[in-house]
C-alpha cells in the first residue's frame, strides 16, 4: 500500500468516528420573527451545541433559507432534529414532534395583516401580499388556514418571503401592499394592523427518522432544559395536533347546499289516536253444531 492510500485509509477511518458522533440540527423556521440573519444563526448554534450535549455528541447547528435545501439535508440523513414551522410540515412526513416553541406560555402564536395605507381587510382585494415561505403552500396557509377559506382570487398575489423580516422590510420600504406574518412583532414604520388572525402551531422541535425510547427521553429532556433568546424562548413538550390541525384546514373547505331537517316531535298519543286495540271475542258455540244439524 502506497503512502499517499495508507493517509486517505487513515482519514476515511478517522472522518468515520467523527460523523458518528456529531448531530447536525437544523433550523428551518422562515415564520420564526428573528430581527436578523445573525439572531437566526446564533439561536441554531446555542441549540445544535445544547442538543449535541444531551445525546452525548457533538452538536452543531445549521440554518437553511429554503425549503428545498433543507427537504435534500434530511433526506440525505444530513439533518436528523430540527426547529421546523409547523405550517411547513403539514405538507410533509417522516418526523416525530418533541417541544413547540413557547412564548408568553403558549405553544400557539398569533397572526396578522399589516399593511401600508388600508385599515380594512376588504381593501386588500387584489393587492399583492408577502408571507413567510411555507414550502411552495403559501396561498394554502393564508387563504384557508389563517382566513378560513377566503376566495382564491381575494388578494391579487400571495408571495413567498424567505422570512419575517424580509417580509417586514418589503413592506415597510413600500415593496409590498400588504404582509401577513406572526403578531407580537414592531411593526414598520407608516404600517398598521389591519386583521388579527387565528393562532397556529408555533414552530416544533422534531425528530427524523427512527425513535427509540432512549432517544426521545434524551430530546425532551433537551428541550425541557433548552434557554433561547427573545425569539425563541425555550420549548416545551407537545403533540402533532397543531401541525396536524394546519394540514386539515390548508385543503379548500367543501361547500355543501343548504340541509334542512323537520324538527320532528312524535308523541305516542297523536300515533294511536282513534285506534282500537281490544280483541272482541267470539262465543264458543259459534265454533259447534247442533245434533242432527246438517
Request: glycine residues 12%; aromatic residues 4%; proline residues 6%.
Amino acid at each position: 500500500m502506497t503512502a499517499a492510500a495508507l493517509a486517505l485509509v487513515c482519514a476515511a477511518a478517522a472522518a468515520g468516528p467523527a460523523r458518528a458522533d456529531t448531530v447536525t440540527v437544523g433550523v428551518f423556521a422562515p415564520s420564526a420573527p428573528f430581527p436578523s440573519t445573525a439572531a437566526r444563526v446564533e439561536l441554531a448554534t446555542r441549540l445544535g451545541e445544547h442538543v449535541g450535549r444531551a445525546l452525548g455528541k457533538t452538536g452543531v447547528g445549521r440554518v437553511y433559507a429554503r425549503a428545498a435545501d433543507f427537504a435534500a439535508a434530511v433526506g440525505k440523513g444530513e439533518v436528523t432534529v430540527a426547529l421546523v414551522d409547523a405550517a411547513y410540515l403539514a405538507g410533509t412526513g417522516g418526523y416525530t414532534v418533541i417541544a413547540g416553541v413557547l412564548r408568553d406560555g403558549e405553544v400557539t402564536h398569533g397572526w396578522q395583516v399589516l399593511a401600508r395605507g388600508p385599515r380594512r381587510l376588504a381593501e386588500l382585494r387584489g393587492k399583492r401580499v408577502l408571507v413567510p415561505s411555507t414550502g411552495g403552500r403559501e396561498a394554502e396557509f393564508v387563504l384557508n388556514v389563517l382566513l378560513g377559506g377566503a376566495p382564491r382570487d381575494f388578494f391579487g398575489k400571495i408571495e413567498a418571503a424567505p422570512d419575517t423580516a424580509s417580509a417586514l422590510a418589503a413592506l415597510g420600504l413600500g415593496k409590498v401592499d400588504a404582509a401577513v406574518v406572526p403578531a407580537g412583532i414592531v411593526l414598520p414604520a407608516g404600517t398598521a394592523r389591519v386583521s388579527a388572525l387565528p393562532a397556529q402551531a408555533a414552530p416544533v422541535l422534531v425528530a427524523y427518522g427512527a425513535m427509540t425510547a432512549r432517544l426521545r427521553t434524551a430530546l425532551a429532556g433537551a428541550a425541557a432544559s433548552f434557554q433561547g433568546d427573545a425569539t425563541v424562548p425555550a420549548l416545551r413538550a407537545t403533540g402533532d395536533d397543531g401541525v396536524r390541525a394546519i394540514a386539515r384546514r390548508s385543503g379548500a373547505p367543501v361547500k355543501r347546499g343548504v340541509l334542512l331537517v323537520p324538527a320532528a316531535r312524535l308523541v305516542v298519543d297523536d300515533l294511536v289516536e282513534a285506534r282500537a286495540f281490544t280483541i272482541e271475542r267470539t262465543p264458543a258455540s259459534a265454533f259447534a253444531i247442533a245434533p242432527g244439524a246438517k
